[in-house]
């Protein structure tokens, strides 16, 4: 589970405002408040759905209103005792206000007939009621009250509308309530004497409200479709699912968004929901029906069958007992005849939780027995779901069977059910060829899905213990998922014994120990040694098999691009297919197109790389997550990239393949900066630090921007030597013309023009060896600044616009014209740019420069909204007053003045209101 940034994400904290009920309570508390409105209101709805809830927010608006409320509560076992409620009343009404004799009631030491109590009872109410000015009475869980009491009630009611009290009953009907209790609320209400306010299931923006407000983040699509499939709209069951999710670790909040990772996992329900504990206490054959029929319900006609052999009862009782989960509101009966299914999906999963371990497999059996028999069918994964519970109680040869052909089938569509089979059947499977075989499956499908660690131990499973019973092929990838998931699982000590002479002692051949050791290398960033380890046994892996030598040719042409060697990753470009492995599978052409368009976008050739797509298509059409991000941010799609980044970060679906996971961490600290969301922009960069760590070096223009705007410019100058310091080291030089660029504008700025004419040259060495477009736009920037030279500024803004890449665009006009190049009225070419970026911070940064050149700013009143919305963003952030001003460029008390004309027009009273309206996407635009 990952929970990052300013989100205060916690699901079991209480949820203090109520969504999707104002209408409902302004109502009933209208109607209480009236002096001529019916004497009783009835808020009615199924178990869960917020009855409670609304009559405590009755209560506290009708204080607020000056009025006095009384409030009881009705337990289940109250339905049994006679006068219960009414006597309760009595007594609380004396308490309160004085007079009368609550010890007359029958509850009294010296008891009375039980007409008698019960008059004696009405009479002390009615005496106490009419006695009383206004009054509202709130009683939860009216449907247990005891029928004496229901019958004291009744008459008082009957009074004329408007008297001193009102009753105010939440109540969950049933279809199993009396036909008289229901006959006299229909007299009531033709009367009017009553009316009845239903509560209806959340619609979704009211859920998304919710879970917004729980979680302080705003929720996926995906998890607000998952929220309405197994919640209903009810609230309690939504905060249950939520918290539940959040224990099992697939509920994940990344940059005050939430996702969940997995949503076919099932969540972490307590044992104690109120609608497990009270269908608990009701005790007898309900309960085991209700747990029976949890996990077999699926099964159709058949489920009453087997809930019966489940529970050791006859097939007639066990339908009562259905029967009257219905009436209860827990089961819906259909469609058709004997088939049952929940009301609220997530009662049945909590229910499951109740289990112990024996009725679990018991039912699990059952379940498998009878759809293999052919005695029930059942949807989806639910056969091999009950295999998996099940065990060894049945068959373990056909069961592992069973769970390897789905789970094998799984391995792309669903990591987290597939790897759950796999898993089982390596478990039930005691024969080597056949368990070989599973393993192999499964530590592909955990590869796939990130899931690092198991992925890890299935496949050195195989490595030390089935080598001699796997083609070479697949020993090969085996050994490329161990490496890369020590790596994932940070275990350098592992990779750098591999890399020390340990790949020498791998099953596989010399050709496979190469590759092995080269890929270990580059996951402790060991380029150059990579590179060199390749390239002194070339004659090893190009004379072994098409696959060995296809992926030596790729990891070879992408190190030796990383350490400034572009001529073979150029001749790939140009003819993808003129590699060994293009003809030999979709799977294979997919790694090559994946690859050369990664390596090309580390370098800032996003059209080279989508020329590339354009004219060979990706195989599956997909493409990883980091790869997206980087596309979309370098093509100025930024909300688009923002979206699939947080998705990516949170879930951890960005990392994999190098430089993939540092590559996307820059471009999404990159718009987060641009943004004005400074801390967050910082938090990802270091997530790369501390993730998949590799090419940290271009991470650090973005950083040195996030110092620069904080007015840290010597830590922002240190950030970027140290960076470039890095890559020498490493011997990398994709990303560093840049780096020099930034290192030319320090050094001028310092007042050393020679070290700024050296960094000059430098970015023109780069330029040479890559032949890349963004460097060659450094080389013309960096002389343009350093020499004053305006043709090389002009020359760098056409290159800029060929490029179109929107942020390195706008950059480079502002750039141009800060140094006194270019005509200031190019400001507005950037400004529209940043505006198109939604780049907050950045478009507030060049109005300042516009303003010091005399460009007028267009729309004063957009402006005005922008500047709000930037300030409450940097509130969010957590800035202090003074690093605002730093931000903004302003003083401190031009900081103060701006947010008190922002809390004065939004209404929040403190920072803190704010920020959470800026984390619910509740700030005012």
């Not at 309570?25 to 408040?33: E, H, P, S, Y």
């Not at 489940?310 to 066990?318: I, M, Q």
């Not at 799609?637 to 998705?647: E, S, V």
């Not at 060049?846 to 729309?859: C, E, G, K, S, T």
Request: glycine share 8%; aromatic share 4%; hydrophobic share 45%.
């Amino acid at each position: 589970m990952i929970n990052h940034g300013h989100c205060t994400a916690d699901p079991h904290r209480p949820v203090r405002a109520l969504f999707g009920r104002d209408a409902p309570v302004a109502r009933v508390a209208d109607i209480a408040a009236s002096p001529g409105a019916a004497p009783l209101v009835l808020v009615t709805g199924p178990m869960g759905i917020g009855r409670s809830a609304v009559l405590d927010a009755v209560r506290d608006e009708l204080a607020a209103r000056g009025l006095p409320t009384l409030s009881l509560r009705v337990a289940r076992n109250e339905r049994d005792r006679p006068y219960s409620l009414a006597s309760r009343l009595a007594a609380e009404l004396t308490a309160r206000y004085g007079g009368g004799d609550v010890r007359r009631s029958p509850k009294a030491a010296v008891p009375a007939p039980r007409a008698e109590a019960g008059r004696q009872l009405a009479a002390e109410l009615r005496s106490a009621i009419t006695a009383r000015d206004k009054l509202t009475v709130l009683i939860d869980d009216a449907q247990w009250i005891d029928a004496d009491s229901r019958a004291v009630l009744l008459p008082i009611l009957r009074t004329p509308a408007g008297g001193p009290v009102t009753f105010v009953c939440a109540l969950r009907p049933s279809p199993a309530d009396p036909a008289g209790d229901r006959a006299a609320l229909d007299q009531l209400l033709a009367a009017g004497l009553a009316e009845v306010v239903p509560l209806g299931p959340l619609r979704d923006a009211e859920v998304r409200s919710l879970v917004a407000q729980q979680l302080q983040a705003k929720p996926s699509a995906a998890l607000i479709a998952h929220l309405r499939r197994e919640c209903r709209g009810r609230p309690s069951a939504v905060l249950a699912a939520l918290a539940g999710h959040w224990r099992s670790g697939s509920l994940c909040v990344f940059d005050r968004h939430a996702y969940l990772t997995s949503p076919d996992r099932p969540p972490l329900l307590p044992a104690d929901l109120p609608p497990v504990e009270y269908l608990r206490r009701r005790g007898g054959l309900l309960w085991p029906v209700a747990k029976a029929a949890a996990v077999l319900h699926p099964l159709g006609t058949a489920a009453a069958g087997l809930i019966a052999e489940a529970v050791g009862r006859g097939e007639d009782e066990v339908r009562d007992a259905l029967s009257e989960l219905c009436a209860e509101g827990v089961l819906r009966s259909g469609p058709g005849p004997d088939r049952w299914r929940f009301r609220l999906p997530l009662l049945a999963s909590a229910l499951i939780t109740c289990l112990g371990q024996y009725e679990r497999r018991r039912l699990a059996q059952l379940a498998v027995t009878a759809i293999w028999a052919g005695e029930a069918t059942a949807d989806g994964c639910y056969l091999a779901e009950q295999l998996v519970t099940a065990g060894r109680f049945v068959d373990s040869r056909r069961a592992s069977g069973e769970l390897l052909a789905r789970g094998s089938a799984a391995m792309l569509a669903d990591g987290y059910f597939a790897e759950r089979w796999l898993r089982a059947a390596i478990d039930l499977i005691t024969e080597p060829d056949r368990q070989v075989v599973a393993l192999l499956a499964h530590a592909a499908t955990c590869y796939i899905h990130l899931r690092f660690t198991d992925a890890m131990n299935s496949a050195w499973s195989v490595l030390s213990c089935h080598a001699d019973l796997v083609t070479p092929a697949a020993l090969l990838e085996m050994e490329m998922i161990y490496v890369v998931s020590l790596a994932q699982t940070f275990d350098t000590e592992a990779l750098t014994e591999i890399c020390d002479g340990g790949w020498r002692r791998l099953p596989g051949g010399e050709g496979h120990r190469v590759l092995t050791r080269c890929v270990a290398l580059c996951h402790l960033d060991r380029w150059r040694e990579a590179d060199e380890h390749l390239e002194a046994q070339r004659d090893v892996w190009s004379r072994d098999s098409d696959l060995v030598n296809g992926l030596g040719l790729l990891i070879s042409q992408s190190v030796g691009a990383f350490l400034g060697r572009t001529e073979p990753l150029d001749r790939a470009v140009a003819d993808p297919p003129r590699w060994p492995l293009w003809d030999q599978g979709t799977r294979h052409r997919y790694e090559r197109l994946s690859q050369m368009t990664r390596v090309l976008m580390a370098f800032g050739e996003l059209d080279r790389a989508e020329g590339v797509l354009a004219a060979h298509q990706l195989p599956s059409g997909y493409r990883p997550v980091p790869d997206r991000v980087v596309a979309d941010s370098q093509g100025g799609r930024w909300h688009r990239a923002l979206d699939t980044a947080r998705l990516g970060l949170a879930t951890g679906l960005s990392v994999g393949e190098l430089p993939a996971h540092t590559l996307m961490c820059r471009e999404t600290s990159v718009i987060l900066g641009a943004c004005g969301r400074l801390t967050q922009a910082r938090e990802v960069i270091e997530r790369a630090r501390t993730i998949q760590p590799a090419m940290l070096h271009m991470l650090a223009v973005p950083e040195s921007y996030l110092d620069q705007a904080l007015g840290a410019t010597e830590r922002a100058d240190q950030v970027v030597a140290e960076a470039l310091a890095l890559a020498v080291e490493r011997g990398l030089v994709v990303g560093t013309d840049e780096l020099w660029l930034r290192m030319a504008l320090t050094e001028l700025a310092a007042g050393d023009p020679a070290a700024a004419e050296q960094c000059v040259a430098e970015t023109a060495r780069v330029a040479e060896l890559t032949g890349t477009g963004r460097a060659r736009l450094c080389r013309l920037a960096a002389t343009a600044v350093v020499r004053r030279d305006r043709a090389a500024a002009a020359e760098a803004v056409r290159l800029a616009r060929r490029r179109a890449q929107p942020l390195e665009q706008a950059d480079t006009v502002a750039a141009a014209v800060r140094h006194g190049l270019a005509d200031p009225e190019l400001l507005h070419e950037a400004y529209a740019l940043y505006g198109d970026l939604d780049a907050l911070l950045r478009r507030a940064q060049l109005r300042n420069l516009m303003r010091r050149h005399q460009v007028a700013v267009p729309r004063r009143s957009a402006v005005i909204a922008e500047s709000e919305r930037l300030l409450a963003t940097l509130v969010t952030e957590g800035l202090t007053n003074r690093e605002l001003a730093v931000v903004l460029d302003c003083s401190e008390k031009s900081v103060e003045s701006r947010l008190g004309r922002l809390f004065k027009r939004t209404g929040y009273r403190s920072r803190v209101e704010l920020a959470s309206a800026v984390l619910t996407d509740d700030f005012p635009s």
